[in-house]
């Protein structure tokens, strides 16, 4: 079971509320896990203490200022009070000090981050979960430092993760339009969207405030002053019902932006943090969002008429919203916790009849002396939802929808796919002479064996070899491919390629593949009586209206 996980992170009316929040949904993992979570801060809302406890975290408040010597040491004396090795930090003041010194008290570090501030990282493993991450950001960091980069590890809180293939209606006119600027609004945007939305008939707006909103009279007033089509909402509980209203949204380009793609609202992001910049500029390139810039260039007049733009135009908003959707797949805390060494759910999914089946058990209990859950099924029915999915000499064709139910899926093939696609390709490889096959680990997509590269190795042949001995070098080498996945994961995804070149196609081997010619010498057929199964589908040949069948065994040559 987890240890105690130690959560370093602020929230209050300047600094807003999304460092907390992202950090919830981490600590909500952890938690099913069965381990308990600490959040210890030097700056919080009763709103914000109040949504931790109800999730079921522990708080305590430090009297230090973020990211000081003071800070540091109060971090280490509550982490070791409760028995924790993982510190998590979110937040721009927890610089290259601070991490030096929770290292040197022994205690693993995680730090989420987006735009790189700290200057040089001493950090385990360093998450930046924004579109825009990229390694340049942190070429100053110790050798040991992991990255965790992109909206893969975006931190999606579980009232999401239930509406992952929830169905969604673009209207041709939107109508709908929701508003959420922050748990904090410092500078008072949200009454400036509420201005630009005035202008604007025919909406109906709900308005969302944080409790610590410092300007949430006047909100209220200017929510007043339009009438009944708008309404305040302070402290929503229901944000994915929310979303799943609205045909569009009015958003700081925070953590709230990973939350509106996943549900798939069209959004028209606003600047209102230094921070926030790369990411509403990502999201605009990837047209997933509308990037309507810095807080303080905008006017009422000015979002307004980008507003009307958005509104009017249904086939952009269907783009935008089918971009959005395929951006997150809502697995992005499971990978992040599993870099906190929490145990995965891993599925094996092969054949009933496979001859691989000998050899799968020794992998499952090895997994699960690691830690891991498995469970080992033959039906693609039955597939439950977890982490990662291996499809291990699996005959059938897993459809789109049943993948989605697993972070990752993956398939291991004997080709350099894309070259050698399809159906039993060591088999045919070997009827084709060659002693070297390429053996590669990948992502299981619609596409028949067309997803991103994780890896690959080659078994080596002398070229002697029977099936028992092919398969007994396929299965070590999947076993391998596969233990080293999941035994680095999840920073075994940054490998990850996408396939190249030109595409080739292997049939489905039927049991007339195994027919002999009699008239044709034994060393001219030998590669075909080397992959011929004895027992399923032996090599055979017909004479005089009978069929005889071949069953080769090998031993050392006979003295002479």
Not at 173 to 179: F, G, I, P, Q
Not at 429 to 438: A, F, H, M, R, S
Request: glycine letters at 8%; one cysteine or more; charged letters at 20%.
């Amino acid at each position: 079971m987890p240890a105690t996980l130690v959560i370093r992170a602020d929230g209050s009316a300047q600094i807003g509320a999304g460092h907390v929040i992202r950090c919830l949904a981490l600590a909500r993992r952890w938690q099913q896990e069965g381990g308990r979570v600490l959040f210890v801060q030097a700056a919080t809302t009763p709103s914000l203490d109040a949504c931790l406890r109800s999730a079921g975290a522990e708080t305590v408040l430090i009297e230090a200022e973020p990211g000081g010597s003071t800070d540091t040491e109060e971090t280490i004396r509550h982490a070791r009070a409760s028995a924790a090795r993982w510190i998590v930090a979110d937040g721009y003041h927890f610089g290259a000090p601070w991490q030096k010194r929770i290292k040197e008290a022994g205690y693993r570090l995680l730090i989420i981050d987006d735009y790189g501030h700290a200057g040089y990282y001493h950090a385990d493993v360093i998450l930046n979960q924004n579109a825009g991450a990229s390694r340049n950001l942190y070429a100053n960091r110790d050798a040991h430092t992991q990255l965790l980069l992109g909206s893969a590890f975006a931190l999606l809180r579980p009232e999401f993760l239930g509406r992952r293939n929830a169905p969604r209606e673009v209207a041709p006119v939107a109508t709908k339009v929701l508003v959420t600027l922050g748990g904090g609004d410092p500078d008072n945007v949200t009454s400036t969207v509420v201005a630009a939305l005035a202008q604007l008939p025919g909406l109906e707006v709900v308005v969302v405030v944080g409790g610590s909103n410092p300007h949430r009279e006047a909100v209220q007033s200017a929510v007043e002053q339009h009438g009944g089509a708008m309404r305040l909402v302070v402290n929503a509980t229901n944000m994915p019902e929310l979303m799943a209203w609205a045909d569009v949204a009015v958003s700081a380009a925070g953590s709230t932006s990973w939350e509106l793609a996943f549900m798939g609202v069209p959004a028209a992001l606003i600047v209102v943090a230094d921070n926030q910049a790369g990411i509403a500029t990502a999201l605009a390139e990837k047209g997933v969002s509308l990037n309507l810039g810095r807080h303080y260039k905008l006017t009422a007049s000015g979002i307004a008429e980008a507003l009307t733009l958005l509104i009017a135009d249904g086939p952009r908003r269907q783009e935008m919203s089918r971009r959005a959707r395929n951006l997150l797949d809502g697995h992005g805390v499971g990978r992040v916790a599993a870099a906190l060494r929490t145990q995965l759910r891993v599925t094996f999914l092969s054949d009933a009849t496979s001859w691989l089946n000998a050899y799968l058990p020794e992998l499952k209990q090895e997994f699960e002396q690691s830690g891991h859950r498995v469970c080992w099924i033959h039906d693609p029915a039955e597939l439950g939802e977890g982490d990662v999915a291996c499809f291990l000499s699996l005959s059938r064709i897993v459809p789109g929808g049943v993948l989605g139910r697993h972070a990752h899926n993956l398939v291991v093939h004997e080709s350099a796919v894309p070259d050698g696609r399809g159906w039993s390709p060591l088999t045919w490889q070997v009827l084709e002479g060659k002693n070297e096959i390429p053996v590669t680990l990948l992502e299981a997509v619609d596409g028949v064996d067309s997803g991103d590269i994780f890896a690959q190795t080659v078994i080596h042949f002398r070229g002697d070899e029977l099936v028992e001995e092919l398969r007994a070098a396929q299965a070590a080498a999947t076993i391998a491919l596969c233990r080293a996945f999941i035994t680095h994961y999840p920073f075994s995804l940054e490998a990850a390629r996408p396939q190249s070149g030109e595409a080739s196609h292997y049939p489905r081997r039927r049991p007339a593949d195994s027919r002999l010619d009699p008239d044709k010498t034994l060393r001219e057929q030998f590669q075909l009586l080397r992959v011929s199964d004895p027992v399923r589908y032996p090599a055979f040949f017909e004479i005089a209206g009978r069929r005889y069948e071949v069953r080769l065994s090998a031993g050392p040559a006979a003295s002479t």
